[in-house]
């Protein structure tokens, strides 16, 4: 009998086993499908048939987190742990439950541990390197990617994750290759495709950032923000002319709408409250161009006509941060909503005109329009082309970027023209202007300041044909990664004829060396078809003069409106002949250029550009 009471005692365990493991199974097919509450049901029929196994509560503490009850979520998996206290996964779970409540340290050792239970666990890697890089340890995040490339060469989660590291520390080279490795190992991954994307236009090559991002199609989940560094991408092309550029847009931002209603009951809202409702949509609120912009209007809006919000996009928080932050009448950050939460706390707040800052830059949410947030949508500052998308209503821009008539066919937009400028400038820092104003032509010295995907080829043998007519001068270019970029950037210049010795390139630096930087040189040279708009300000900021070359887009007409703003007509190229010209008549007349020196701040001073209760008053009517 005893021997007969075993056997039906295994047939029960196996028979509790494969059902536990059906239940599970079904679970999990209700849970891929949406229906969170069925698969609950399924993983608590499994726990009461195999309690003592970790697996079922493993599973229900996913699920319960997913329906947001972090606290029943965690008795799960502490339950998952105590019957298994070796069951990697669910100390990885432990750790996403901590990581979500931003208990950093706990979730820290909860990885740690599932990565000593099994040392490939490359998720485990992946979110322990972004505890630690989140806590500013990238070092240790990036020892932790490579044992975990090197434990599972094929999974491309590390790779690519420490392709980031990499890229936000500037090792541009070395990230290339290991995205090129992911990508090999996992071609249907594709935000690797987003991130080289990201990284050829970082370098340079924008028509190979093409390649890279037209290869996300638009089923997969990274589509949006490939279709969006597209776009921006498109902006640098000096091969490509801008209707093709628009319609491009066009087609993409269709593409972005597919599926997505728009609240069109806002577009008949009577507007419910005395002070206008002003919404500032940036992921920007930080040191960053846009936040130069904006500040100024924030602290000069009339709070007895205007109520402003600001929805901040981005997680970082810095001391300009903070200081919008109090320039706000409400602060909402964003970052961590889904689209359609977002897009639902903006209309609760019953904003009456919100204003997108960000176009298709990083991390944008300018999608946000489609869903339509505001009755009145308008765009404006961080992104000099028409977004393509309907839910925009307005383009804010100026009569010198987009001239009526002009630009008329390459926005889907209303445009609505600033009377002066469409920037209201404010130094980010406090540099005085150099006391030094040299008359003399022997060793004039040119500089740019800009991002250096900004240099197309075009705009290259600009300055290479500048050099070659000013033999004594030589130049200075900021921002340009080092390693390949660089190495092949010197050798273009000396097949050019342009020997290295005359040459000097340096990497990104902070704000206060980047001013000096601007300092130490006689003439700037902007960047075509993408100008300058920040760095021509700051450069003029600190006496440096440049020339404008008018262009057929209004990217490529910054440069322009900042000069005409200020009434120096004489700075302004129409042709790229007279854009070399002219800067070498500034090279070799120091007469000219000195005085230009000595009068640049204070015109820049005075002028509409730095008129910031003025500009504000004009933005508000």
């Known amino acids: 009998m005893g021997e007969g009471d075993r056997a ?44 003592a196994s970790p697996r079922p509560w493993l599973n229900l ?13 965690l008795v799960a998996t502490e339950k998952a742990i105590a019957l298994a206290p070796d069951f990697a996964p669910a100390h990885f779970n432990l750790g996403n439950l901590h990581a979500a409540a931003e208990h950093s340290a706990a979730a820290e050792l909860a990885y740690r541990r599932a990565l000593q239970l099994a040392p490939a666990f490359t998720d485990a890697a992946v979110a322990l390197a972004g505890i630690l890089e989140t806590s500013g340890r990238s070092r240790d995040a990036e020892i932790v990617l490579r044992e975990a490339t090197a434990a599972d060469p094929m999974r491309s989660g590390p790779m690519y994750n420490l392709a980031l590291l990499l890229m936000a520390r500037n090792a541009f080279d070395e990230a290339e290759v290991m995205l090129l490795r992911a990508f090999q190992t996992e071609p249907s991954f594709m935000r690797t495709c987003v991130a080289l994307g990201s990284l050829c236009l970082r370098l340079g ?25 597209l776009l921006f991408s498109l902006n640098a092309r000096d091969d490509l002319d801008p209707r093709h550029v628009y319609t491009v847009h066009r087609e993409i931002a269709q593409r972005l709408a597919t599926g997505i209603r728009p609240a069109q009951e806002l577009l008949h809202r009577a507007r419910p409250h005395e002070r206008l409702r002003i919404g500032y949509l940036s992921p920007d609120f930080r040191q960053h161009a846009v936040a130069l912009f904006v500040a100024p209007v924030l602290r000069h809006h009339d709070r007895q006509l205007f109520d402003i919000y600001c929805y901040y996009c981005h997680e970082g928080e810095d001391s300009v941060t903070r200081e919008l932050k109090g320039l706000a009448d409400h602060w909402r950050p964003i970052a961590g909503l889904d689209d359609e939460t977002a897009a639902q706390l903006i209309r609760d707040d019953e904003i009456d005109v919100l204003i997108d800052l960000a176009g298709y830059t990083d991390r944008s949410r300018v999608l946000l329009m489609v869903r339509r947030c505001a009755a009145v949508q308008a765009t404006w500052l961080g992104y000099l082309h028409s977004t393509g998308l309907e839910g925009v209503d307005y383009r804010i821009c100026d009569n010198h970027t987009d001239p009526p008539g002009l630009t008329d066919h390459l926005n889907s937009e209303r445009r609505i023209r600033m009377p002066a400028s469409q920037w209201c400038y404010e130094p980010l820092h406090q540099a005085e202007a150099p006391l030094e104003i040299k008359e003399s032509t022997a060793q004039v010295v040119f500089g740019s300041f800009n991002q250096f995907w900004k240099i197309s080829r075009s705009c290259l043998e600009l300055w290479l044909e500048i050099l070659r007519r000013v033999p004594a001068a030589t130049l200075r270019v900021a921002d340009v990664p080092s390693g390949r970029t660089a190495d092949d950037l010197l050798e273009r210049m000396t097949r050019a004829g342009v020997s290295a010795d005359r040459v000097a390139l340096s990497s990104r630096v902070g704000i206060q060396a980047y001013f000096a930087a601007i300092a130490g040189v006689d003439v700037a040279l902007d960047t075509t078809p993408y100008n300058g708009a920040t760095t021509s300000l700051d450069t003029l900021w600190m006496g440096v003069p440049f020339i404008a070359l008018t262009g057929d887009r209004p990217a490529a007409r910054s440069g322009t409106s900042i000069l005409r703003t200020l009434g120096m007509l004489e700075m302004i190229a129409a042709t790229p002949e007279e854009y070399v010209t002219l800067n070498v008549r500034l090279a070799n007349d120091g007469v000219w250029r000195s005085a230009l020196q000595a009068t640049l701040r204070q015109r820049l001073a005075q002028s509409p550009l730095m008129d910031s209760v003025t500009f504000t008053r004009a933005l508000e009517a």
């Open 205 to 229: 090559r924008a028509g190979e950032a093409e390649t890279w991002l037209r290869r996300v199609t638009p089923e997969d989940p990274s589509f949006a923000e490939a279709a969006c560094a």
């Open 8 to 51: 039906d005692e295994g047939l029960g365990v196996t028979i509790a086993s494969e059902s536990m493991q059906r239940l599970i199974a079904d679970g999990n097919a209700l849970e891929d499908r949406g229906d969170c509450e069925g698969a609950q049901r399924h993983y608590e029929e499994a726990v009461l048939i195999a309690p």
């Open 61 to 73: 503490g996913n699920v319960l987190q997913r329906q947001g009850r972090p606290q029943a979520a």
